[in-house]
């Protein structure tokens, strides 16, 4: 059982979908978020286009050019990509590019390539300290270090990148507007100091992350069980669980709800949405009422959700060896049909879900969510992490928001023919060959919430209130192959009803929540993270693992804290808070 494996499994079946910030073969590596910036005083939304910087051209979102405009672009190469082909394409040669030449009359010149991973890493951040651009290019963290956004900061402050924002205001297309618009333009903000926007800000799917609970259904309708909604409800369900039988076999070999011993990381099999209820949020850097960034695991709305878990472990509720279970250890108790309740992801109903289906034909998983005050409380990276910018005196920084607004609808699915050409191809090679990518750089952005409107408007041609010409391609694809069968023909097919669930259950229970979303205020390093960080978040888990099987009481929580802040904690939460600052401009 390879929980990557199905995790990336299903995740193609919403390719589609989840995809919509997808990125180019431009560079390797990312840093999914850093510190959320305070708001400058003018937002590139708002400002004026200076009249003396336009460009002549008549300001058309998707106007080809009359000639055709040479761009250099840099490049990641990975020969196992390159493996799946079709015979005559190349990074540098093939069908995604030509057909930007066709729409846009733009074409690659390449500055350079490098192999992906080490080599292209250290040729890429080299070229920031030689001043040696290309003239666009997607900038982001290769190394986990710092920021896209304190990289960008830096590029700004040397003067080596263009100010889009006249650009972005006279070309950016009505679609690529509302995307940002839909989020108050804060990814916009995100890529502006001192009111100048200098990046095109990705912006991704994000709200479909919120963790749930996922609960076998037959066994609360034996019991004649509530579904859980709140934490009270949870415990309650999960002693019924452990107590009464639910398998009917007998034994008292039943437990409540399945942990493995990293219950603080996203996935599977974890805890997180029980710290989430009570606002907690044990790895993540959040705001306190002054404004300042602290560690959410020493903060003491945690104290709550380990009473909760303590207590639940000493009824025999949790796996006793759950310390020393990994995630696929803790997936036995779901696929031997030992565990009634899970904490992890939307895709769970493929792994590892999936197992006890296949097992057990009657077990019958939904999806719901968990609060304490009818609000879905989660912690998530800021959904900007790279930025398409242009380097200094690049004549035609228009082309930058050109090729967004051309990618945006690209991955929304907005031209048929390379849909088209995906079947021509998937007919003459089989669907293990495709056309290389481009090296233009681009991505496409999309609503923070692309998935969970694509369920509602699922649910709705279900209700007869919507039909299937108001899809697009993606969403026609996933709702024709995998959810229509399944509601026609429950179960029949045992693959597609595991995306049935993922998508109608567990997508939909988070549709319809009251999500209350904080975003992670820092994911950067400082010289003392780097030096003791990693040494404190093994304390933290220490802690909360003694506290949870009952080995130390709450108020050790208190102990470690104390710790955890002398043993470099505050040093490093001094550093993160200047950094922030910093990359702020504040």
Not at 107 to 124: I, L, M
Not at 198 to 222: E, M
Not at 551 to 564: L, N, Q, S
Request: with cysteine; charged share 25%.
């Amino acid at each position: 059982m390879n929980k990557l494996r199905m995790g990336l499994a299903v995740m193609m079946s919403a390719v589609f979908i989840l995809s919509a910030c997808s990125n180019s073969n431009s560079g390797s590596g990312g840093n999914n978020s850093s510190s959320t910036p305070e708001p400058d005083n003018s937002s590139p939304s708002a400002a004026t286009a200076d009249p003396a910087s336009a460009p002549e051209e008549k300001a058309d979102p998707f106007g080809k050019y009359p000639e055709t405009l040479e761009i250099s672009v840099i490049y990641d190469r990975n020969p196992e990509t390159e493996k799946s082909f079709i015979p005559g394409s190349s990074y540098e040669t093939n069908w995604n590019s030509d057909f930007w030449l066709e729409k846009l009359n733009i074409k690659p010149v390449v500055k350079w390539s490098a192999p992906a991973g080490d080599q292209y890493n250290q040729k890429y951040n080299l070229m920031f300290a030689s001043n040696d651009l290309p003239d666009i290019f997607l900038l982001r963290s290769t190394d986990n270090k710092q920021s896209a956004r304190s990289m960008l900061k830096k590029l700004v402050d040397a003067d080596m990148v263009e100010d889009l924002t006249a650009v972005y205001s006279q070309y950016a297309s009505d679609e690529v507007k509302d995307y940002y618009q839909t989020f108050d333009n804060k990814a916009l903000d995100y890529a502006t100091f001192d009111g100048k926007m200098y990046g095109l800000p990705s912006q991704g799917d994000t709200y479909a992350n919120v963790q749930i609970l996922w609960v076998r259904q037959d066994w609360l309708d034996k019991l004649s069980l509530q579904a859980p909604r709140t934490i009270d409800d949870l415990v309650t369900v999960a002693r019924a669980f452990k107590e009464k039988d639910p398998d009917g076999n007998g034994k008292a070999d039943t437990i409540g709800l399945s942990m493995q011993n990293q219950f603080m990381d996203p996935g599977f099999t974890v805890a997180i949405p029980i710290f989430n209820a009570y606002s907690a949020y044990p790895k993540s850097w959040v705001k306190d009422s002054s404004g300042q960034l602290v560690w959410g695991g020493i903060q003491e709305q945690n104290k709550q959700a380990l009473q909760v878990l303590a207590d639940m472990y000493k009824e025999g509720m949790i796996d006793p060896e759950f310390a020393l279970s990994d995630g696929n250890k803790a997936a036995e108790f779901i696929t031997s049909g030992r565990s009634g309740m899970q904490l992890g992801s939307w895709w769970n109903g493929s792994f590892p879900l999936t197992f006890n289906i296949d097992n057990d034909p009657k077990a019958d998983w939904k999806a719901y969510t968990l609060t304490t005050d009818n609000k879905i409380h989660a912690v998530m990276n800021f959904p900007t992490d790279q930025f398409l910018v242009v380097k200094k005196g690049f004549k035609n920084p228009e082309a930058a928001v050109k090729i967004l607004n051309f990618s945006t609808a690209l991955s929304h699915s907005k031209y048929p023919e390379t849909t088209d050409r995906r079947n021509e191809l998937n007919t003459q090679f089989g669907t293990d060959k495709v056309d290389a990518p481009t090296i233009i750089p681009n991505f496409g952005i999309s609503y923070l919430d692309t998935t969970l409107r694509s369920v509602k408007l699922f649910e709705d041609i279900f209700a007869g209130k919507a039909t299937v010409d108001d899809l697009s391609v993606g969403e026609r694809q996933i709702f024709e192959n995998s959810l229509k069968p399944n509601h026609d023909n429950p179960r029949k097919d045992p693959g597609k009803y595991k995306d049935y669930i993922n998508w109608m259950s567990a997508l939909s229970a988070i549709a319809h929540s009251d999500l209350d979303i904080q975003w992670n205020g820092f994911s950067g390093t400082t010289p003392t993270y780097d030096a003791k960080m990693g040494s404190l978040i093994d304390k933290q888990l220490t802690a909360y693992t003694k506290i949870i099987m009952n080995k130390e009481p709450i108020a050790y929580f208190d102990t470690f804290v104390k710790e955890w802040k002398s043993q470099g904690g505050d040093q490093i939460t001094q550093e993160v808070n200047e950094s922030a600052a910093q990359e702020s401009g504040s």
